[in-house]
């Protein structure tokens, strides 16, 4: 079956709030339609953090895939950067005939590709990057206010908390332009987009469940001490939010263990609910996700596309 025609080629998204199942779909997926798979998460970039961002490399078998551990966690990683990555895995996967799949749950990666972003190219100033990485959500959020109100009132509440965003929407307003909504371009792609359903109560038992299963058995714990003993000061782990924020705290001694995982999993659900907050706002904005809830509905769907 040839994924390149003389129409537009096509491309396979999966999308899903956290511990959905993307990864397990996607990779039945690419051993049924010859796929290699592309991540969309803004974490499992980074060398190091594997447990934490849930890469489950053991999964994947022989099926190829691409931007997972392509950045050490010191360094920074930003959404351009991930753009122009993945428009790079596309061309290469689709030159050799196979399918491309973009399994992930971050909202602002797949939408800069599947909706062709055009993204600000302006370089940070380091130092200034190290001042705003210091300061807390609530801190970016203010300076931001106090210097555009109007703007900062109109982000969404996942880029309102989102610390990585609001860096980027400071840098960009202290350089002397304006923060606004990327514009777009036409996309030389016909992409499907599939997304795994579940409630919320589903959901929450899910996220607990893996939470334990990564600290008792899969020394997440150690994960982020291995990068203390590298480097990576907790500031920075701070930034990357979730586990390594929670377990950074516990760590300091700021909060005991069983406290560390009941926030963390409230944490986590919060963060699964902002996820399918945003894929309901893109479907509203007229972007088709078809939702799935098995292997079997999901390969019908493919087959009459393809």
Not at 242 to 257: C, F, N, S, V
Not at 270 to 284: I, P
């Amino acid at each position: 079956m040839s994924i390149v025609t003389n129409k537009k080629p096509k491309i396979l998204v999966i999308l899903g709030p956290t511990a959905s199942g993307k990864t397990s779909l996607a990779v039945k997926l690419a051993k049924e339609f010859n796929g290699e798979i592309i991540s969309a998460d803004s974490r499992q970039v980074f060398r190091g953090m594997d447990i934490g961002t849930g890469k489950d490399l053991g999964e994947y078998g022989n099926i190829p895939y691409h931007l997972i551990d392509v950045v050490n966690p010191e360094d920074e990683f930003n959404l351009l950067k991930y753009q122009k990555l993945a428009n790079k895995a596309i061309k290469d996967i689709l030159s050799r005939g196979r399918l491309p799949i973009i399994a992930g749950g971050t909202g602002l990666y797949l939408q800069a590709i599947v909706d062709g972003y055009q993204l600000d190219k302006s370089i940070p100033d380091p130092k200034r990057r190290a001042e705003l990485t210091a300061m807390t959500v609530a801190e970016l959020y203010k300076l931001l206010e106090k210097e555009k109100p109007e703007f900062a009132a109109s982000i969404n509440n996942s880029d309102r908390n989102n610390p990585r965003r609001l860096i980027r929407y400071i840098e960009i307003m202290e350089s002397g332009e304006t923060p606004k909504t990327v514009s777009k371009k036409t996309v030389p792609y016909n992409f499907l987009l599939l997304g795994l359903q579940q409630d919320d109560d589903t959901m929450r038992a899910r996220i607990i469940k893996r939470i334990k299963d990564r600290l008792d058995n899969e020394d997440m714990i150690g994960e982020v001490e291995r990068l203390v003993d590298n480097g990576i000061p907790y500031t920075r782990l701070n930034s990357f939010g979730l586990e390594y924020r929670h377990i950074a705290w516990y760590l300091q001694d700021k909060l005991d263990y069983d406290e560390m995982v009941e926030r963390l999993g409230l944490a986590t659900y919060r963060f699964a609910k902002r996820q399918k907050t945003w894929f309901k706002r893109w479907q509203k904005q007229g972007r088709i996700i078809n939702w799935v809830d098995d292997l079997k509905s999901a390969k019908k769907i493919i087959k009459n596309w393809l």
